[in-house]
């Protein structure tokens, strides 16, 4: 059949089965709004108020489902606004399709209004990004997106498209089926082999969670082998809820802001089994002192993850699903109680705990939240000392509970991501946890929520400070908090209301419950203002130099 480039767009997003875009239109984009007009009962396209919040949506919404998300933007400013949202989705390997408009093709490369160089510029933070410059190529480019979003260590493919591209016409074929993912690489026998010496030897064996486990979905691989070792579990950020919090074998995060039980486990431990993790700097922190007295077994998808950031004995290639099953047919059950017996005493005398005030702590607000919940939300978050305290005291159960931007850290994400995951998931209740400097970047959002009428709850830690970089400063910088304190005006009860959201406050202790139970009472958007103190910091922390063994309690 004929179509037009922008009919072919459509035919190729439901050919990948998405029922959901995040976008803003512009000129480059026309024609793809028009189809996007005459396609509104098969694809839905929520609309943003910034191409930016359209990216962490798409994002928000693949991290949640599995699926690919997609964005659209416009040239120029629009394409450029999505490269945050790219940029965090690619340091997280999240598999997500971003198509941006682009001037006609005879005014490429000529400084015309509205264009840039996207391919260019998204050079760094895509897996692959194509410029289709013929209407015959528009298909088998988009589907060739998808294909490299998913296939291996998943990641952000940007697909530019020139104005009078998706006008044109040409032959459309249909597929009749999805090709078959591509085989993924296997480790040797002899790999494997080397792994199950070294796990026969261990009588501390620590296993360590990433977020590639959430990726493959080997969750369940996961929990049986941790049985199959009976070794404690520690998690990344990215891998909250890989392993059910609540059991016994979990030590809690591993890292800058880790536990203190997962830093004395890995002091103490004789092997470490690292599975989907890249080793970032905020979990070993100085990686010269990492790993000096054990060996290390990693399970990861990209080989150029291997003795990148540390030295390891054994390298298993792979996708960790297929890899843990197979280790799961070849790893004996064995008994490691007094190794246990240590992890438990450990967790019993260094429980996290907030010091008690006079005010509210997010320690508290979390907990209840989690109570009244369940332990069955998705949060989300924005990035500073609330998302670690989000990590910290809700309890996350199951895999892509936990929407959070890890690598890039992007303050601004946690309301888009919040806004993709309640689409995705729409029976399951979505919060977004943010601090009053990241609610003020993505705010807008708010009106997004109020037009489409969807259910997030905006938990706001109102501390009227940045305090994760004013933590630092009162740390390292002898208490100069240079532009930290944010002495904004801003009444949030006043702007919620504005955008069309409810909101309510929590002032002092006696508030958390009865105001977290009428949130969750509420069918359509609710924003929470919770004030707390300035001074509540983020603990355990590791000092910049410092062993990941060694981290402060107090300060």
């Given amino acids: 059949m004929i179509l037009t480039g922008s009919e072919i767009i459509m035919e190729c997003l439901l050919e990948q089965k998405v029922d959901t875009v995040f976008g803003y239109p512009g000129g480059a984009v026309l024609n793809i709004y028009d189809a996007l007009y005459r396609y509104s009962g098969k694809i839905r396209h929520i609309e943003t108020s910034h191409e930016q919040s359209a990216a962490h949506a798409a994002d928000g919404y693949a991290r949640a489902s599995g699926k690919t998300g997609v964005c659209i933007a416009t040239s120029g400013p629009g394409a450029t606004n999505l490269v945050t949202g790219i940029a965090t989705a690619y340091m997280d390997s999240i598999p997500m399709v971003a198509i941006t408009g682009n001037v006609n093709l005879n005014l490429l ?54 104005k009078d591209i998706t006008a044109q016409k040409c032959e459309f074929t249909p597929l009749t089926e999805l090709p078959a993912p591509k085989e993924l690489h296997f480790p040797s026998e002899q790999s494997f082999a080397r792994a199950l010496e070294l796990i026969e030897k261990s009588e501390r064996p620590f296993l360590y969670t990433g977020g590639g486990v959430v990726s493959s979905g080997a969750a369940n691989q996961l929990c049986a082998l941790a049985e199959k070792m009976d070794a404690p579990v520690a998690s990344s950020l990215m891998s909250q809820g890989a392993f059910d919090q609540r059991s016994p074998r979990y030590m809690g995060m591993l890292g800058m802001h880790g536990t203190k039980t997962a830093a004395l486990a890995l002091k103490h431990c004789d092997l470490f089994l690292a599975v989907g993790t ?54 004996p059950k064995v008994n490691h109680s007094d190794w246990m017996h240590d992890v438990y005493a450990w967790k019993e005398n260094y429980p996290l705990v907030q ?11 979390l907990e209840e939240l989690d109570k009244l919940t369940d332990s069955t939300a998705i949060i989300t978050t924005e990035v500073g000392q609330h998302q670690m305290w989000a990590a910290q005291f809700y309890t996350f159960r199951t895999p892509r509970q936990f929407i959070t931007s890890g690598g890039l850290g992007t303050m601004g994400f946690g309301l888009g991501g919040a806004i993709g995951a309640q689409l995705a998931c729409p029976q399951r209740r979505v919060v977004n946890v943010a601090g009053d400097g990241s609610f003020h970047m993505n705010c807008a959002e708010l009106s997004t929520l109020s037009k489409y009428n969807i259910p997030v709850i905006e938990l706001i830690f109102n501390n009227t400070v940045l305090g994760m970089v004013r933590q630092w400063q009162k740390l390292f910088y002898e208490n100069r908090f240079s532009q930290t304190d944010l002495e904004k005006k801003t009444n949030y009860e006043m702007l919620a209301n504005a955008f069309g959201v409810q909101a309510l406050t929590i002032r002092e202790q006696e508030d958390i419950v009865p105001v977290l139970r009428k949130a969750l009472s509420i069918e359509g958007p609710v924003l929470i203002n919770c004030l707390i103190d300035k001074d509540i910091n983020v603990l355990p922390m590791v000092p910049a130099g410092a062993s990941v063994e060694d981290p402060i309690l107090s300060i």
């Fill in 109 to 162: 490369g000529l400084d015309s209004f509205q264009e840039v160089d996207i391919t260019g510029i998204t050079m760094p933070v895509t897996k692959h990004n194509f410029i289709v410059k013929d209407v015959r190529q528009l298909a088998d480019t988009l589907r060739k997106a998808f294909q490299i979003a998913q296939e291996g260590r998943k990641g952000p493919v940007l697909v530019d498209i020139p």
């Fill in 278 to 331: 890249r080793f970032s700097d905020r979990v070993t922190c100085n990686a010269d002192l990492f790993g000096t007295h054990f060996p290390i077994i990693q399970i990861d998808i990209d080989p150029a993850e291997f003795d990148k950031n540390v030295s390891v004995d054994v390298r298993l290639r792979g996708d960790a699903k297929q890899i843990l099953t197979r280790l799961l047919e070849l790893v």
């Fill in 355 to 365: 010091r008690a005030r006079a005010g509210v702590t997010p320690q508290q607000v």
